[in-house]
């Protein structure tokens, strides 16, 4: 029994012993014992980022990639100084301190996702990520953001539906979903949203272009590299008030060139190059004061280059090769020999590198079967005031009539001579 005793009172004198000298440190502060260090508290200048502080956090360990160490100085409490994050004062206080915006453009992060993290920022008014390999799809609660109105998520993987959450946010005005594997269709929602820039450029949607494309408040319109089909909408001329630059090239759209689009006062490009559209050259086109870059290279386009379309003060590059013409007038001569005319692989005849007979005969002989579905007379009519020659025609006599500038029935008896 005495044994019994000593066995159950040995580890109590052991356990004593080992942490006597530690009792005694509450009187004396050189016993050489060390007490663990409390955990470090975390001060923040403002509550709002005490909240975001765990979100953060949570999406860095997700981060499966960081070539460039960007997120090595994301610890401790001073969030507005981490690497990409950018603190202000909300709109509902102006003397709080909030996470505003994000910019990992360029950082070549890698994570699976970015829901619940963006979404879960509340004060978050802008986030741009090009150029990293975020994937997944754009968390639909990201229309809740009250503050929100950029996202600029181009060059990653994304992939899914148009992201549907945008057409609930209010405030959003620049879109760039560029370089992505987004697929399906553009809802024509996006079209009523005040926005500036809409970029959709290089992604895999397939459809015919919205009727309400014109409805659009944006300066910046991409459509290229994607699979877009069906007419160019002619409501496009109902944006002449804000579009500045368009973009449609390597499409699959077809059908005639609209007048409408001479109606693009403001626009300084407009590319609709290596699609399927077919027809003369709307003579409307002379109406784009303003346009630097014309581009309907690698359609299916005939009959003049309309010379009011060469009379143009601003153009610095008309390209057009890769057609059916079959003539250009003087003022077009002189913007090929100066290089600002592209009329390459065409059926011009005395010019070199054009299409072979055979090629234009062909072309002539099927286009009989098919014609626009608008009235002969939408290709020559010019929806402004025509101005006057911007250049001396043969015989130094000054022309102010766009009829004699833009007409296709002289085209008309060459298409027919080409044929028969």
Same mark, same amino acid.
């Given at each position: 029994?005495?044994?019994?005793?000593?066995?159950?009172?040995?580890?109590?004198?052991?356990?004593?012993?080992?942490?006597?000298?530690?009792?005694?440190?509450?009187?004396?502060?050189?016993?050489?014992?060390?007490?663990?260090?409390?955990?470090?508290?975390?001060?923040?200048?403002?509550?709002?980022?005490?909240?975001?502080?765990?979100?953060?956090?949570?999406?860095?360990?997700?981060?499966?990639?960081?070539?460039?160490?960007?997120?090595?100085?994301?610890?401790?409490?001073?969030?507005?100084?981490?690497?990409?994050?950018?603190?202000?004062?909300?709109?509902?206080?102006?003397?709080?301190?909030?996470?505003?915006?994000?910019?990992?453009?360029?950082?070549?992060?890698?994570?699976?996702?970015?829901?619940?993290?963006?979404?879960?920022?509340?004060?978050?008014?802008?986030?741009?990520?090009?150029?990293?390999?975020?994937?997944?799809?754009?968390?639909?609660?990201?229309?809740?953001?009250?503050?929100?109105?950029?996202?600029?998520?181009?060059?990653?993987?994304?992939?899914?539906?148009?992201?549907?959450?945008?057409?609930?946010?209010?405030?959003?005005?620049?879109?760039?979903?560029?370089?992505?594997?987004?697929?399906?269709?553009?809802?024509?929602?996006?079209?009523?949203?005040?926005?500036?820039?809409?970029?959709?450029?290089?992604?895999?949607?397939?459809?015919?272009?919205?009727?309400?494309?014109? %409805?659009? @408040?944006?300066?910046?319109?991409? $459509?290229? +590299? #994607? *699979?877009?089909?069906?007419? =160019? /909408?002619?409501? &496009? !001329?109902?944006? %002449?008030? @804000?579009?500045?630059?368009?973009? $449609?090239? +390597? #499409? *699959?759209?077809?059908?005639? =060139? /609209?007048?409408? &689009? !001479?109606?693009?006062?403001?626009?300084?490009?407009?590319?609709?190059?290596? +699609?399927?559209?077919?027809?003369?050259?709307?003579?409307?086109?002379?109406?784009?004061?303003?346009?630097?870059?014309?581009?309907?290279?690698?359609?299916?386009?005939?009959?003049?280059?309309?010379?009011?379309?060469?009379?143009?003060?601003?153009?610095?590059?008309?390209?057009?090769?890769?057609?059916?013409?079959?003539?250009?007038?003087?003022?077009?001569?002189?913007?090929?020999?100066?290089?600002?005319?592209?009329?390459?692989?065409?059926?011009?005849?005395?010019?070199?590198?054009?299409?072979?007979?055979?090629?234009?005969?062909?072309?002539?002989?099927?286009?009989?079967?098919?014609?626009?579905?608008?009235?002969?007379?939408?290709?020559?009519?010019?929806?402004?005031?025509?101005?006057?020659?911007?250049?001396?025609?043969?015989?130094?006599?000054?022309?102010?009539?766009?009829?004699?500038?833009?007409?296709?029935?002289?085209?008309?008896?060459?298409?027919?001579?080409?044929?028969?």
């Amino acid at each position: 029994m005495g044994s019994l005793s000593l066995l159950i009172i040995r580890p109590f004198i052991y356990t004593s012993l080992i942490f006597l000298p530690c009792l005694l440190c509450v009187i004396s502060t050189d016993c050489g014992c060390s007490t663990p260090p409390p955990p470090d508290i975390l001060t923040f200048v403002d509550q709002r980022l005490a909240v975001v502080y765990p979100i953060i956090q949570k999406f860095k360990n997700t981060i499966t990639a960081d070539p460039n160490n960007k997120t090595k100085n994301w610890v401790g409490a001073d969030i507005c100084h981490y690497e990409g994050f950018y603190c202000d004062s909300p709109p509902d206080n102006n003397s709080a301190t909030a996470l505003a915006g994000i910019d990992f453009n360029g950082f070549q992060l890698a994570a699976p996702t970015i829901g619940g993290f963006i979404d879960q920022l509340p004060d978050l008014a802008i986030f741009h990520a090009n150029t990293n390999s975020f994937s997944g799809t754009i968390p639909p609660s990201i229309s809740k953001l009250p503050y929100f109105y950029e996202l600029d998520i181009s060059n990653n993987k994304f992939s899914g539906v148009f992201p549907q959450a945008v057409l609930g946010m209010n405030n959003i005005t620049f879109l760039d979903i560029r370089y992505n594997s987004f697929k399906g269709s553009v809802p024509p929602q996006i079209f009523t949203q005040t926005l500036d820039v809409l970029f959709i450029n290089n992604n895999n949607f397939r459809q015919t272009l919205p009727d309400n494309l014109g %409805s659009t @408040t944006v300066l910046y319109l991409t $459509f290229a +590299n #994607n *699979r877009f089909t069906g007419p =160019i /909408p002619r409501s &496009i !001329g109902n944006a %002449s008030s @804000t579009l500045l630059e368009v973009l $449609f090239l +390597n #499409n *699959r759209l077809s059908g005639c =060139i /609209p007048y409408e &689009i !001479g109606l693009l006062q403001k626009a300084t490009v407009f590319d609709a190059g290596n +699609n399927l559209l077919t027809g003369p050259l709307p003579c409307s086109l002379g109406c784009l004061d303003n346009i630097e870059q014309l581009n309907f290279a690698g359609n299916l386009l005939y009959g003049q280059v309309p010379e009011v379309v060469c009379e143009l003060g601003s153009l610095l590059n008309l390209s057009l090769s890769d057609n059916y013409f079959t003539h250009v007038g003087p003022v077009c001569w002189k913007l090929i020999k100066s290089g600002v005319l592209d009329v390459r692989q065409n059926c011009i005849h005395g010019l070199p590198d054009q299409k072979s007979f055979g090629e234009c005969w062909w072309f002539f002989f099927y286009s009989r079967f098919s014609h626009c579905p608008y009235p002969w007379w939408f290709s020559t009519y010019v929806p402004c005031h025509a101005p006057p020659y911007r250049h001396n025609p043969p015989g130094g006599v000054k022309e102010k009539v766009v009829v004699l500038r833009c007409s296709f029935k002289r085209e008309i008896e060459r298409m027919i001579n080409w044929i028969w």
